[in-house]
């Protein structure tokens, strides 16, 4: 049964080149009431789960991901680009279909401990993912969900690069 959630994924052929099918998550923030049950789902997601906070890479994890952790009263925290983060940090590297991406976070951001859920806005290779998960862990954090509102199937993160960790999607899509 589909989720309510599909009819406001946009999806635009031959973007961002010829042959691909771009989800845009963007379709969901176009509605008050799709982005209220989107966030809604997600917070459903971790119920039960006593995470102490939540972390979500730039920019669009920090549109799920700061709202929803202000829903909850925990603190939000920002994972970012080289350069962007004014206290020290600690990085992580990850392969990008053509070269590497490093994200950054404060090394006082997560302290051992804390139960951190991870939020993006779409998972395909699961590369950025994989990486928030790995900074958390080397501060000491357990990473106990990583949440998606949309997930490319046809990828296959969730079976190989994520298949350490308890990933849930609200729609899926088969195909890359």
């Given amino acids: 049964m589909p989720h309510e959630l599909e009819k406001y994924v946009k999806s635009i052929p031959d973007f961002p080149k010829e042959g691909i099918l771009f989800r845009d998550v963007t379709g969901i923030l176009d ?3 799709a982005f209220r049950l989107a966030l809604s789902e997600l917070e459903k997601c971790l119920e039960g789960t006593g995470i102490t906070k939540i972390a979500a890479p730039e920019s ?10 202000d829903r909850l009263g925990i603190p939000f925290i ?12 600690i990085s992580e590297s990850y392969a990008l279909e053509y070269g590497e991406a490093t994200v950054h976070i404060h090394t006082d951001a997560i302290h051992p401990g ?8 779409l998972l395909a290779t699961g590369g950025t993912a994989l990486a928030a998960a790995h ?6 954090g357990s990473v106990v969900k ?9 990828f296959a993160a969730r079976s190989t690069v994520l298949k350490a ?7 899926s899509y088969p195909g890359k």
């Fill in 135 to 140: 900074l958390v862990e080397r501060l000491g």
């Fill in 78 to 89: 920002p994972i970012r680009k080289p350069g962007k983060l004014p206290r020290p940090t």
């Fill in 60 to 69: 669009r994890g920090f549109v799920f991901g700061a709202p929803l952790a």
């Fill in 114 to 121: 804390d139960k951190v859920a991870i939020i993006d806005d």
């Fill in 31 to 33: 509605s008050a009431e």
């Fill in 165 to 171: 960790y308890d990933v849930v999607s609200l729609v």
């Fill in 146 to 154: 990583i949440l998606f509102p949309i997930e490319l199937e046809g």
